[in-house]
């Protein structure tokens, strides 16, 4: 949706109620502690697993997340979003803590079914914590509120390595007693503050009353069978899923294939550090801002776009073996493309109906997770093979994603104001996704 005025970030700071002010303060405290999925392996292999104990450790927690954010749409959907991240949080607490004691031999079993159902619960929160986000924050704002959201994750996990190398130095185990820890005080956070049904956000002035003829019969959708049913048939979602599943497999290989690139060019392994962290800065810095500066362009226009900036970003890339400054323009850019596209990405289920926005959501939220889970072997496999025509195919792949968002979310135009009066229509806003 486009605006007449602006979106300001100060303004929205200002809109944004005090439950998602709480949410979004729960979300960061959780990602703070989010040691398993980055540590697992070194633990494991620390304490004197093999590598394929600990590979098959980090598939099971995978598996377990791909299936966890489908699990909470469901539960979001029939007992709300509240519910939903205290049972997910509570559960995931004691399960996140226990891995330590399940490291020893001969716990191989209740080590893989304990770290599966972690994952399962610890990505279940996800798609209560959207939809409650757009339930709650005003129309207006809500590509804003996806972009504070993305933001306190990518606080916790910029600062959650640094937290763990300290926490390693003390002991080992203690990285999955404070995870746990931190389930358990979100839980709690959830159980005090959050409210009980969150009430929607009052749409802006004026809105359409219904959606486009796919999005209504959505929202007729009530239960699980006819939502999915209808989700298969909209082409539209398909398309937009489809640039989910690309967009995650090239954007994962700078955490992939680019530290094996930095190492087979001989750079140090502080330069790599040094490009996370430019990232990092950058996002945190820069997003909101840019998320507000680029409100009045549609929502197609910024997907595209963004694509675009991050599939030149990954190209770049493939100059690293010539100077590190390729790779810091390189991070650069691919930051900046993300900037532009994910904030509107990640807001897009939540525009369609309520009887099926937990269900669209999780549904993104688990083809993000695959496509994370699958990374590894296509950025593995292929960079072996290509070498620096990797990041060439990387950039590749992204702007077909790209292609496939601007397909996916775009919207048919505005009928003129003539054929509006006409209609008795006259007025109404573009609607988007499920609505206006």
């Known amino acids: 949706m486009t605006e007449d005025a602006p979106v300001r970030v100060f303004d929205a700071l200002k809109a944004t109620p005090t439950p998602v002010r709480y949410l979004l303060g729960?979300?960061?405290?959780?990602?703070?502690?989010?040691?398993?999925?980055?540590?697992?392996?070194?633990?494991?292999?620390?304490?004197?697993?093999?590598v394929g104990v600990a590979g098959l450790s980090l598939v099971a927690y995978s598996i377990g997340s791909i299936f966890g954010t489908m699990l909470g749409a469901e539960i979001t959907h029939r007992f709300g979003p509240r519910a939903t991240i205290m049972a997910a949080m509570g559960a995931s607490a004691p399960l996140v803590a226990s891995i330590s004691w399940l490291s020893?031999?001969?716990?191989?079993?209740?080590?893989?079914?304990?770290?599966?159902?972690?994952?399962?619960?610890?990505?279940?929160?996800?798609?209560?914590?959207?939809?409650?986000?757009?339930?709650?924050?005003?129309e207006r704002y809500q590509v804003m509120a996806f972009s504070m959201m993305r933001i306190a994750l990518n606080i916790g996990a910029a600062l959650a390595p640094l937290i763990a190398a300290v926490v390693i130095l003390v002991d080992w185990d203690l990285l999955f007693?404070?995870?746990?820890?931190?389930?358990?005080?979100?839980?709690?956070?959830?159980?005090?503050?959050?409210?009980?049904?969150?009430?929607?956000?009052?749409?802006?002035?004026?809105?359409?009353?219904?959606?486009?003829?796919?999005?209504?019969?959505?929202g007729q959708a009530a239960d699980g069978r006819s939502a999915y049913a209808t989700m298969v048939r909209d082409r539209k979602y398909l398309l937009y899923l489809g640039a989910i599943l690309l967009g995650s497999l090239t954007y994962a290989q700078g955490h992939i294939a680019l530290p094996l690139e930095l190492a087979a060019d001989d750079y140090p392994?502080?330069?790599?550090?040094?490009v996370l962290t430019v990232s990092s800065v950058v996002l945190i810095t820069c997003e909101l801002k840019i998320t507000a500066y680029l409100s009045r362009?549609?929502?197609?226009?910024?997907?595209?776009?963004?694509?675009?900036?991050?599939?030149?970003?990954?190209?770049?890339?493939?100059?690293?073996?010539?100077?590190?400054?390729?790779t810091i323009t390189g991070a650069v850019l691919v930051v900046c493309g993300i900037m532009i596209a994910a904030p509107s990405m990640f807001a897009h289920p939540a525009t369609f109906p309520a009887a099926v926005?937990?269900?669209y959501i999780g549904t993104m939220q688990a083809v993000g997770g695959a496509a994370s889970a699958l990374a590894p072997l296509f950025g593995v496999f292929l960079w072996t093979r290509l070498g620096g025509g990797f990041w060439l195919l990387c950039g590749v792949v992204t702007a077909l994603a790209g292609l496939l968002a601007l397909a996916g979310v775009k919207q048919p135009p505005e009928?003129?104001?003539?054929?509006?009066?006409?209609?008795?229509t006259e007025g109404k806003p573009?609607?988007?996704?499920?609505?206006?």
């Open 177 to 218: 007693w404070i995870d746990g820890a931190t389930a358990l005080v979100y839980a709690l956070l959830a159980f005090a503050l959050l409210p009980r049904k969150a009430v929607e956000a009052e749409p802006e002035a004026g809105t359409a009353d219904a959606a486009e003829p796919g999005a209504a019969a959505s």
């Open 269 to 274: 392994t502080s330069f790599y550090s040094t």
């Open 104 to 138: 020893g031999p001969g716990m191989l079993w209740a080590l893989l079914v304990v770290v599966g159902l972690a994952g399962l619960f610890t990505q279940a929160y996800r798609p209560a914590a959207a939809v409650m986000l757009s339930d709650l924050m005003p």
């Open 415 to 424: 009928p003129s104001p003539a054929k509006d009066a006409a209609a008795g």
């Open 430 to 436: 573009e609607v988007v996704g499920g609505t206006s």
């Open 357 to 359: 926005k937990a269900r």
């Open 297 to 326: 362009l549609p929502k197609h226009v910024r997907v595209i776009t963004g694509h675009l900036v991050e599939a030149v970003g990954l190209a770049v890339y493939g100059l690293t073996s010539r100077s590190g400054a390729f």
């Open 26 to 50: 729960g979300v960061l405290v959780n990602q703070l502690g989010a040691f398993v999925q980055t540590f697992l392996v070194l633990y494991l292999t620390f304490r004197g697993a093999s």
